[in-house]
């Protein structure tokens, strides 16, 4: 489960508030302006004076909605997705990067049929255009950012943290931020022993269990755990932090006691300590948005469009053998937070006699005869668009296990936990380099093919692994 952080939440809405109005008074700004500047250069026509062509029906409605289309990049930029501690770098580049959509957009939504025969002038408008999308919204949000990173380093702002480790790299690590002269923003709250480690004697803070880290996150409102483990076996660490991704809270850790790791991970200061986060995905926040944006959009169509192909599947299924159309499974997704898998059902009824987890092979008798058919073409994961839509899964990411397996690979395989950074997917490199495994060693070696995924997520190797999963639906090699 998520843990709540009040004080946090409501420091970060009002922060995000302050960028929503900012963006918005300057885009309004920035569009008022270069109709302004437009008439100016003589690129519109017919209008008189200046007032007669700013009150015209036209530029009043483009008014209205070009701010409101300039917000809608913004949202898909993820610009509003961390709005606390902002990389200045990253909030440039952000800003050129929405600048550029939103001019291209306005230019060849409204702009290019303005002047008649003087191509040479779009590329001057295009170019003031941008400057002043650019120019103006960069200003609001760098005066913002700005004061909120003073309060940070003089400390008026702070995000209570748990420091996972409790040895003597942990107390060094924070003594290093308290002796800092700028600060990070990290108000230690306390240590929690990593299983195997012997804890410094001397801390200052509290010192929890693993079994105590819920309830102290939900107590002291912890908004980032900062990982910092002393010389410990990488399957302790990973097994510890593999029980922290169902808090669903910024999970931080030292990189050079971590090369243990096998995924990418993102690096979240470049000033004092560097700490490297390895609870969400390489991929950018534009990347995020846009993946679940597509998700939604293509789910909800699938399940429309699919739903009298649904209908005669269901009525085969009820035909072949007895027992529901529908069949659920409990399964283990992003932050480690169990959910139902909703499938078409491919087997028989209580196929795992005692409730014992079985994995099916090729001539499996507990598959029905349609049943060997939808696998072969895929058809039995179909509903899963239902579990994309409700945000469980994503169309593509690593393949959803159940705990029992997840415990089987995590023993021989610690960067398992690394997979519950993302939603699993319905398809995945894995199922389409790999296929079904019928045992755990073939289902640690299609992991390979997940931890691959994860470190080079983005919308491109998504379409590919869509492209191959079609590729494999339409040639029935899903078996």
């Not at 003031?128 to 650019?134: Q, V």
């Not at 169902?246 to 790791?261: A, E, H, S, Y």
């Not at 495994?437 to 992991?447: G, K, T």
């Amino acid at each position: 489960m998520t843990i709540p952080s009040n004080t946090g939440n409501v420091k970060a809405q009002r922060q995000r508030i302050k960028y929503v109005i900012s963006d918005y008074v300057m885009s309004n700004l920035a569009w008022f302006t270069f109709n302004c500047l437009r008439y100016k250069m003589g690129v519109v026509a017919g209008y008189g004076a200046l007032s007669t062509f700013l009150m015209g029906k036209m530029v009043l409605l483009g008014q209205l909605f070009f701010p409101l289309l300039m917000m809608a990049v913004y949202v898909l930029s993820g610009y509003y997705n961390e709005v606390c501690r902002k990389s200045r770098l990253q909030e440039l580049l952000t800003t050129a990067g929405s600048a550029t959509v939103k001019a291209l957009a306005i230019f060849f939504l409204a702009l290019i049929n303005d002047v008649i025969g003087v191509r040479g002038m779009d590329y001057k408008l295009l170019m003031l255009l941008w400057l002043l999308l650019f120019g103006f919204v960069y200003v609001g949000r760098a005066l913002i950012t700005n004061r909120a990173s003073h309060r940070i380093k003089s400390r008026q702002w702070v995000f209570p943290a748990l420091v996972v480790g409790s040895g003597s790299a942990a107390a060094a690590f924070v003594e290093q931020l308290n002796s800092m002269h700028s600060s990070m923003g990290y108000d230690i709250r306390g240590f929690v022993t990593i299983p195997g480690e012997n804890p410094v004697k001397e801390l200052r803070q509290p010192c929890y269990t693993l079994d105590d880290v819920e309830d102290v996150c939900r107590r002291e409102g912890i908004q980032d755990l900062i990982v910092v483990p002393t010389r410990q076996e990488t399957h302790q660490v990973m097994a510890a932090i593999n029980r922290l991704f169902k808090l669903g809270l910024p999970i931080k850790v030292v990189p050079d006691r971590f090369n243990l790791l096998q995924s990418q991970v993102r690096i979240t200061n470049m000033y004092g300590a560097t700490l490297a986060d390895i609870s969400g995905s390489s991929m950018g926040e534009c990347g995020k948005n846009l993946k679940r944006l597509s998700d939604i959009v293509v789910s909800a169509v699938a399940l429309v469009v699919l739903l009298p192909f649904f209908a005669i599947i269901a009525a085969i299924i009820r035909c072949d053998s007895k027992g529901p159309v529908f069949f659920t499974q409990e399964r283990i997704g992003r932050h480690n937070k169990p959910f139902n898998i909703i499938k078409f059902r491919s087997m028989v009824v209580d196929a795992e006699q005692g409730g014992v987890p079985q994995l099916s092979s090729d001539n499996d008798p507990r598959i029905t005869p349609f049943g060997r058919f939808m696998r072969k073409y895929r058809i039995d994961e179909l509903p899963q668009f239902w579990n994309v839509l409700k945000g469980d899964m994503s169309l593509v990411g690593p393949r959803p296990e159940r705990k029992y397996y997840i415990d089987l690979i995590s023993k021989r395989v610690p960067a398992y936990a690394l997979l519950h950074q993302v939603r699993p997917g319905i398809t995945s490199l894995g199922m389409v380099k790999f296929g079904y495994a019928r045992n755990i060693d073939e289902m640690v070696e299609r992991l390979g093919y997940d931890l691959m995924y994860l470190e080079n997520m983005s919308l491109m190797n998504d379409m590919k692994i869509l492209v191959y999963t079609v590729k494999i639906v339409f040639t029935g090699r899903g078996m």
